[in-house]
C-alpha cells in the first residue's frame, strides 16, 4: 500500500508540474486597445497616416515583448470620415469589445464628441487629431494632445517674423480664406486676430466648402483686392487646389501661408514647380534628429515618408505605452493621473508634458517649398534654410 500510495504522490506531483508548465507556457491574454480611424470618406487620405502609425506601433511594442509582458492587439474601425458613427463604434469598443484602452481618431470634428464619450466612461485618450480650441475649453480631464499648438495658433511665428520686417516690406492687405471644418475655421480665427493686431486691412474674409473643387472665385477676389498676404485654413485636398490656382490665376501675393497639408512629400510631388514659395505651419517634421530611425523604418514599411499625421498618432500610442508601464496599470485613473504629470520622449517631441487641459508643451514650426525641397523655415533655430517671399509684387 505504501508503494502504491507513494507512485499515486509522484504521479499527482507530476501532473502538478505538468499542469503549471501548462499555464506559465501558455499565451498570456493580449492587451486590447480600440480606436477608429477614417479609413474612407473625406478624410481618408489623412486617416491612413494614422493607421500605418498605429499598427507600426503594435509591430514594435509587440517586438519588444508587449506591454506588462503581454501582447498587444488593436482593433481599428473605420469611422467612415463620420462623427455620428466614430460615437457608435467607441461605444461597441467599451461596452461590447470591452477593450482595455482606447487611442484617439482623427480630426476635430471627430475628437470633440469621442472626447465627450471617454469622459463619460472615464478612458484615457491620448489623441494626434485634433487641435481645434473648444476641444480644449470643455474640462475634459481623460484627454490628451500630442500635436503642438491650437487651431488658432498656427499663425505666431509667422507674424513674429512679419514684425521684424522693415514697415514698408510688411503686406497691408491680407486675404483669409478657409475650408468649413472645425479646425480650419479655428485657423482662420487665428489669422484674423493677429492681422488685426498688426493693422493690416482684411480685404477677402471668405468660407468655403470641406469639399470645394473650385476656388477660383474666391482667389480672384483677393487678387482684385491687392492682398499681398494670403493666408487659408487648410487640409491637403485644398492646400493643392490653393497654390494651382493661384498659379492660374497669375495671382503673386509676397506671401501664401496655409496650416494643413502641405509638409508631406506628395505635395511637391503633386504641384512641381508650383509648389515653390508656399508656406504652411506643420506639427513636426521628418528632419528632426530624435526621430530619424523612426523616419526610415516608417519609410521602408511603408513605401513613404510619415507626416505630421502619422507622428502624432505613434507619439500618442508611446505616450500609452509609457505610462503603462511605468504604472504597471491598465486602470484609466491611474494612467490619466500618469501622463497629467509626467514628460515623455516621442518622435513627436522630446520632454513632451501636457497642462491641465490636455494640450501639449511643445510649439509648432513654418515650412516652405524652395525648389522641390521642403524647408524649415521657422523658427529660426530650427531652420534649414531663410524664408523667401512666394512672389514680389
Known amino acids: 500500500m505504501r508503494g502504491r500510495m507513494s507512485w499515486l504522490v509522484v504521479l499527482l506531483a507530476l501532473t502538478l508540474v505538468g499542469v503549471t508548465a501548462h499555464v506559465v507556457g501558455a499565451d498570456p491574454d493580449p492587451i486590447t486597445i480600440g480606436c477608429t480611424l477614417s479609413q474612407s470618406g473625406k478624410y481618408a487620405d489623412s486617416g491612413s497616416y494614422y493607421v500605418e502609425a498605429y499598427q507600426m506601433w503594435e509591430e514594435d511594442v509587440n517586438a519588444a515583448g508587449g506591454l506588462l509582458g503581454r501582447p498587444v492587439e488593436l482593433i481599428i474601425y473605420d469611422d467612415e470620415s463620420s462623427a455620428d458613427k466614430a460615437i457608435s463604434l467607441y461605444e461597441k469598443l467599451i461596452t461590447v469589445d470591452k477593450v482595455d484602452l482606447i487611442l484617439g481618431p482623427y480630426t476635430s470634428t471627430i475628437v470633440y464628441p469621442v472626447a465627450q464619450l471617454a469622459e463619460r466612461y472615464k478612458m484615457v485618450m491620448l489623441q494626434g487629431g485634433g487641435t481645434a480650441s473648444n476641444i480644449f475649453e470643455a474640462g475634459f480631464k481623460y484627454m490628451f494632445l500630442t500635436l503642438p499648438g491650437f487651431s488658432e495658433q498656427h499663425a505666431i511665428d509667422f507674424f513674429e517674423y512679419l514684425r521684424g520686417l522693415p514697415a514698408g516690406e510688411i503686406p497691408s492687405k491680407a486675404a483669409i480664406i478657409y475650408g468649413d471644418k472645425s479646425a480650419s475655421i479655428a485657423n482662420a480665427n487665428g489669422w484674423r486676430a493677429l492681422a488685426t ?121 508611446q505616450v500609452l505605452a509609457q505610462a503603462v508601464e511605468d504604472t504597471g496599470s491598465l486602470d484609466n485613473d491611474v494612467l490619466r493621473d500618469y501622463i497629467a504629470t509626467h514628460v515623455f520622449d516621442t518622435v513627436i517631441a522630446q520632454g513632451l508634458s501636457f497642462d491641465d487641459r490636455g494640450a501639449p508643451s511643445h510649439s509648432m514650426i513654418v515650412v516652405q517649398w524652395q525648389d522641390g525641397e521642403l524647408e524649415v523655415v521657422l523658427p529660426e533655430d530650427a531652420q534649414t534654410a531663410e524664408l523667401i517671399p512666394y512672389a514680389e509684387p
Not at 514659395?277 to 513605401?303: I, N, S
Open 197 to 317: 493686431l498688426m493693422g493690416m486691412q482684411v480685404v477677402v474674409d471668405e468660407k468655403y466648402p470641406a469639399d470645394a473643387t473650385d476656388l477660383s472665385s474666391i482667389i480672384s477676389q483677393a487678387k482684385a483686392a491687392g492682398a499681398g498676404l494670403l493666408m487659408a485654413g487648410t487640409y491637403y485636398p485644398d492646400a493643392v487646389l490653393i497654390a494651382r490656382t493661384a498659379a492660374e490665376l497669375n495671382y503673386q501675393p509676397k506671401f501664401i501661408i496655409l496650416t494643413a497639408g502641405i509638409s508631406s512629400e506628395e505635395y511637391g510631388a503633386d504641384l512641381g514647380e508650383l509648389a515653390n514659395g508656399v508656406m504652411g505651419t506643420a506639427w513636426w517634421h521628418t528632419t528632426v534628429p530624435f526621430a530619424r530611425d523612426w523616419v526610415d523604418r516608417y519609410e521602408a514599411e511603408f513605401g513613404r515618408q510619415p507626416d505630421y499625421h502619422s507622428a502624432g498618432g505613434y507619439s500618442s500610442a
